[in-house]
C-alpha cells in the first residue's frame, strides 16, 4: 500500500462502514453514528496517515481529534467525567508527546506542558479557581499574551547552522 494513499483509504472505508451500520444495524447506528464518532474516525484517519509517513506531519492534529471524539462520547456515557479545559489539554500533551516519539523533533517541551497544565486544571481545581480569582482583573492580558506569541512564533525566523570552515558572508 502506497503511503499517500492511506488517507483516503481510511475516508472510504469509515464511508462504507457508516452506510452498512445504516443499513443493517440502524438502532447501532442511531446511537454510535454521531459527529464524534466522526472526529474519531477522521483522528483515525490522519493519525494512521501521519504514523506511516516520513513526516509524520499528521499525526499530532489526528491524535487531537481522536482525543477529543472520545473525550466527548465520554461525557455522553460516563456522568462523572471531567468536563472542563484540562482534559483538552492532556490529550493536546499526549498527542504530542506521541508526535515527538514518532519524529523526534519539536513537541516534547509543548507536550509536557500541555500535560501539567491539564493536571493543574484536572486534580487541583481550587488552586485553579484562585488564580481565576486573581486574573480578573488582568483577563485582558492573557488573550494579548496569546496573540504576541503566536504572532513571535510564526514570524520567528530559525538560525542557519553553519558548517565548520564554511565561508560565511559579514
Known amino acids: ?18 452506510y452498512l451500520t445504516h443499513l443493517f444495524a440502524p438502532e447501532v447506528a442511531a446511537q454510535w453514528m454521531t459527529w464524534e464518532t466522526l472526529l474519531i474516525w477522521l483522528g483515525l484517519a490522519l493519525s494512521m496517515d501521519g504514523f506511516f509517513s516520513k513526516a509524520g506531519s499528521a499525526l499530532l492534529p489526528g491524535i ?29 500533551g499526549i498527542a504530542c508527546m506521541i508526535a515527538f516519539l514518532r519524529t523526534q523533533k519539536d513537541f516534547l517541551f509543548v507536550g509536557i506542558l500541555s500535560i501539567c497544565i491539564g493536571a493543574l486544571f484536572l486534580f487541583f ?9 486573581a486574573s480578573d482583573s488582568f483577563s485582558f492580558i492573557w488573550p494579548l499574551l496569546l496573540l504576541v506569541l ?21
Not at 125 to 133: D, F, L, S, T
Not at 153 to 158: E, Q, W
Open 64 to 92: 487531537f481529534m481522536i482525543g477529543i471524539g472520545v473525550h466527548f462520547h465520554a461525557i455522553a456515557l460516563y456522568p462523572n467525567w471531567p468536563n472542563n479545559i484540562g482534559i483538552l489539554a492532556a490529550f493536546f
Open 1 to 18: 500500500m502506497k503511503n499517500n494513499q492511506i488517507f483516503p483509504a481510511m475516508i472510504f472505508i469509515g464511508a462504507g462502514a457508516y
Open 150 to 170: 503566536g504572532v513571535f512564533l510564526l514570524f520567528r525566523r530559525k538560525k542557519k547552522r553553519h558548517r565548520k570552515g564554511a565561508f560565511r558572508k559579514r
Open 125 to 133: 481545581e481550587p488552586a485553579v479557581e484562585r488564580i481565576a480569582e
